[in-house]
């Protein structure tokens, strides 16, 4: 089992930044791929970023250059880094991971992130 504990959600305005955490306890040498994902009101939950266990990258085309995902695997720590923020960024923010064993997927319990034109 893996329990995730994001922070870092608030309201900005546009043009602003913010940083989210989500920290992994429990079963964290079984994490491979982390993550977050957002869903807006009336809107399906999508992928943000993702990181590979290696390191490797991929982010949804809505946020490339804006945003940039990292991971501290020694603290089972990942970080989303947005900048140059929109309204339509506005969205509950969910940290994401996957079990490296049985492909199990974990989710935090979700961040609201909202930005203010």
Do not use: H
Not at 12 to 33: D, E, K
Not at 81 to 107: F, H, R
Request: hydrophobic residues 30%; aromatic residues 10%; contains cysteine.
């Amino acid at each position: 089992q893996v329990q995730l504990v994001e922070s870092g959600g608030g309201l900005v305005q546009a043009g602003g930044s913010l940083r989210l955490s989500c920290a992994a306890s429990g079963s964290t040498f079984r994490i491979n791929a982390m993550g977050w994902y957002r869903q807006a009101p009336g809107k399906q939950r999508e992928l943000v970023a993702r990181s590979s266990r290696g390191g490797r990258t991929n982010y949804a085309d809505s946020v490339k250059g804006r945003f940039t995902i990292s991971r501290d695997n020694a603290k089972s720590t990942v970080y989303l880094q947005m900048n140059s923020l929109k309204p339509e960024d506005t969205a509950i923010y969910y940290c994401n991971v996957d079990d490296l064993w049985n492909g199990i997927d974990y989710w935090g319990q979700g961040t609201q992130v909202t930005v203010s034109s």
